[in-house]
């Protein structure tokens, strides 16, 4: 027998943009429906090896939400080294640069770490109600509300914000736009252990098939994301740990120590994609589920927190007026506010991907000569700087009602 649930806000996914959403909204009488679409039939994925890269900027959104900073195990980045492969020239961004009080230009975390953490404020939130129906079967929408079928549930909500990560068939079931290419690379992903421990230092080493980052996590150990071509990344997917150390260690930028260990290795895809929504579906897209990035400078999660944070302010500030949540001027306002803030973003992810993976020899003396002037610019790197720890947003992409002092996202 098929259940009907209604609610004023339905939330697509469980990860940590959909409870950051639910969090942004903890103070709003809105009662939130959150789904579950991980197929039921499917063990979850291991998240022990996933990392998330949080930038000073969403710490401190993240603590205003209610969730205790920093994390367990959180390892904090102080220095971010930019270099490439085979010619010098380098820029160092220092937390300095920034005179932030957290000292840090932000933080890895375990993704499950992340998870588990917005979980537990969410246990105190009595307006929210969860369920796990698995994929999505079907979407209509109508002039007051969108009605989401499963085999056994409908759904009708005024407003449906989908926060997934983008793996749903959501797309094709409500016929999204899409913009996005495949960057024919694939990313190797591992935790590894240098000769000599070097905490605080992120590494953005860029090589001809891509950038190899180096994250610090605990114990002294580093979370790679190595970009290579899909035939490459597979055979090295398949070395030993001795030979792939071994391939490893002649790619690494030459200030970081030999790495000693490693731990398993796993492998995803890069691409870029990004989808829209009309107005009029009464859908809000969110996080991966609204644009995916190449993993370069880690903004994915950071650029989604702020925009569940605009919607939330969105939606309060409608609740107060007795607004309806779905409303065609309310989704244009949310689209409207993140436009810059996501433009810039992927701009800046896709720009220095494509520039800094060109082996041609005038690109590489022309980027290590920018490097170098960068580095000795203290202006420069300071905004640099800025963007990348998300303290400095487009003023067009100012979060509603977010506390706006120095001390806060600006």
């Given amino acids: 027998m098929m259940r009907t649930l209604t609610a004023v806000l339905a939330i697509l996914g469980n990860g940590p943009v959909a409870r950051s959403l639910i969090l942004a909204l903890a103070d709003s009488p809105l009662r939130v429906l959150m789904l579950d679409t991980y197929p039921l039939a499917q063990a979850r994925p291991r998240l022990t090896e996933r990392t998330i890269a949080l930038a000073l900027g969403s710490h401190r959104l993240l603590r205003r939400l209610g969730v205790a900073m920093p994390l367990t195990d959180a390892a904090a980045i102080r220095t971010v080294q930019i270099t490439q492969q085979g010619i010098s ?50 979407l209509q929408w109508f002039p007051d509300r969108v009605q989401l079928d499963w085999p056994d549930l409908r759904v009708e909500a005024a407003l449906t914000v989908v926060a997934d990560g983008g793996h749903s068939e959501l797309a094709r079931l409500a016929g999204l736009r899409r913009m996005g290419w495949d960057h024919n690379r694939h990313a190797i992903i591992a935790t ?16 001809e098939s891509g950038p190899l980052a180096f994250l610090p996590i605990g114990k002294h150990q580093f979370s790679i994301v190595w970009s290579l071509r899909p035939g490459d990344a597979s055979r090295v997917l398949d070395l030993s740990d001795a030979d792939f150390l071994v391939a490893l260690n002649r790619q690494r930028p030459s200030s970081l120590p030999p790495l000693v260990t490693t ?43 702020r925009d569940v944070l605009t919607l939330g302010a969105l939606l309060r500030e409608a609740a107060e007026r007795g607004d309806d949540p779905g409303s065609r001027s309310l989704l244009a306002d949310y689209s409207r506010t993140r436009r ?38 203290s202006l420069g790197k300071r905004e640099l700087a800025a963007r990348l720890a998300g303290i400095l947003l487009p003023v067009q992409s100012a979060i509603p009602d977010l506390v706006t002092d120095g001390y806060h996202v600006r």
């Fill in 263 to 305: 731990g398993p290795r796993s492998v995803y895809p890069l691409f870029f994609q990004r989808f829209w929504a009309e107005p009029g579906q009464r859908l809000a897209l969110a996080g991966n589920a609204a644009q995916t990035l190449h993993p370069l400078a880690g903004q994915g999660y950071n650029l989604g927190l």
């Fill in 340 to 377: 810059r803030d996501r433009l810039e973003t992927i701009a800046f992810t896709e720009t220095m991907n494509r520039l800094f993976s060109s082996p041609r020899l005038p690109l590489r003396l022309a980027r290590a000569a920018a490097l170098t002037l960068l580095d000795q610019t």
């Fill in 89 to 138: 020239g380098r820029v160092l961004l220092e937390h300095g640069l920034l005179n932030a009080p957290e000292q840090r230009l932000g933080e890895v975390v375990g993704l499950e770490i992340l998870t588990d953490a917005l979980a537990m404020p969410l246990a105190t939130c009595r307006t929210l109600q969860q369920e796990s129906p698995g994929p999505l079967q079907a």
């Fill in 192 to 207: 590894v252990t240098p000769q000599q421990p070097l905490p605080g230092i992120a590494f953005e080493h860029f090589l």
